[in-house]
């Protein structure tokens, strides 16, 4: 399987907006939930949103609910992950991954995952 391909990320001070993508070259992408994880420096990966194969149903983690939006976009087969009043403990390597069947918030369940982009936002 190819692997996702994220880009978008960077540095941005506190308060700022910051929108990740990630290419999945797969002619099933409409048929896979996707979804969007992060590790801290020194921590362990953990849930950040998930969406459904036909968008309509998302989740997030309780630390970025109301201020990360995650959609898709099928004929690109791309998702993105668009971050606003972004903070400090939002630092982390982002990554995107696949899953065949319903979201999910447990990372073990997804099947291929991106290499990861590097988010960093300062004070």
């Known amino acids: 399987q190819v692997r996702p391909v994220e880009s978008g990320g960077g540095s941005v001070q506190a308060g700022e907006s910051m929108r990740l993508s990630c290419l999945v070259s797969?002619?099933?992408?409409?048929?896979?939930?996707l979804g969007w994880f992060r590790q801290p420096p020194g921590k362990e990966r953990e849930f950040v949103a998930t969406?459904?194969?036909?968008?309509?149903?998302?989740s997030y983690g309780d630390s970025v609910k109301g201020r990360f939006t995650i959609s898709r976009d099928n004929d690109k087969t791309t998702v993105y992950l668009q971050m606003n009043n972004m903070k400090p403990e939002d630092t982390a390597v982002y990554y995107c991954a696949t899953k065949s069947g319903w979201t999910s918030s447990n990372p073990a369940r997804y099947e291929t995952w991106g290499q990861g982009t590097q988010v960093t936002v300062s004070s």
């Open positions: 969406i459904s194969q036909g968008g309509g149903t998302t």
């Open positions: 797969d002619f099933t992408f409409q048929r896979l939930s």
